[in-house]
């Protein structure tokens, strides 16, 4: 089922409605960022996060009234959608962007943003059945600076690692640093398990700073798995006994081979029960 509308800048409107000009700074420019979230029975999950992160990108950003944006807003929002698509359980994406005249340099900086629903039949987080083959895309490194962690609208790299994917038949990549170092995967952050002892690339790696990322991390230390934030180099994938990939759509998914390579998948199993406790 398709959703039949969306909220365009607080009003409801039908879905297919031709709303942005061709002046619009996010087609443009890519000014703006996005947050994806997760919906479960009507609810928004983890909607505090969500806004925190949210805020504090649009205030990195410069862009106007991100104090608006906060978790009461999100989540009015989001169960507003809800009940006029009549959809219980979906993905949604809220875009904000910069609403302004002008080339690259903005005559303003007033917030526009939209908010879309997709359905999803799911009532919990699932572990994926089959887990993903996995290989490092190499061709652009990711750059390490304070944008690097914020969900920007400008997504070419992880358009041109989709590219590769496809091409290569794989179900998903690894995203290097411009240090060479893992950063994260094409619409995920990543945790290795290795020698017992959890890992994933640290905030100052480049990766995004995932909403997910920061629940599984608080869930490994309240079950005493011990979890560090690390400079990781993709050597670790060879060794690795375990590895997975998160974020706020789909929860934890595991990886079941990196070339030769094959993983298991204990540790996500332990995290997928206690995340959906949550």
Known sequence: ?????????????????????????????????????RLMKGQLKFAEMHADRLQRGM??????????????????????LSRRNKVKHGRLRLTVYRNSEGLYTPTQNKMGWCLELTPVDEPR??????GLIMDIYEELPKPTNYLSNIKTCNSLIY????LYKTQNK??????????????????????????????????????????????????AKQ???PVTEAQISPDILYEAEEVF?????????CVMGFGVRRYFNEISKVLVEELNKL
């Open 223 to 225: 079950n005493n798995i």
């Open 159 to 162: 358009v041109m690692a989709g």
């Open 59 to 80: 205030k990195a950003l410069k862009i106007d009234g991100y104090s608006q944006m906060d978790a009461w807003f999100l989540k009015e929002k989001a169960e507003d």
């Open 125 to 130: 987080y699932f572990l994926n059945e089959k």
């Open 245 to 253: 990939l998160t974020n706020a759509g789909r929860g934890i998914q």
């Open 1 to 37: 089922m398709t959703p039949v509308f969306i909220n365009f800048n607080g009003e409801i409107l039908p879905a297919d409605s031709k709303l942005l000009t061709v002046s619009n700074r996010a087609f443009r420019y890519g000014d703006g960022l996005f947050e994806s979230m």
């Open 170 to 219: 794989l179900d998903d990549v690894f995203l290097l640093n411009q240090n060479g170092n893992l950063c994260e995967a094409g619409s995920s952050n990543i945790f290795i398990w290795y020698k017992n002892h959890l890992y994933t690339p640290a905030l100052s790696e480049g990766c995004v700073e995932g909403v997910m990322r920061q629940v599984i991390i608080n869930i």
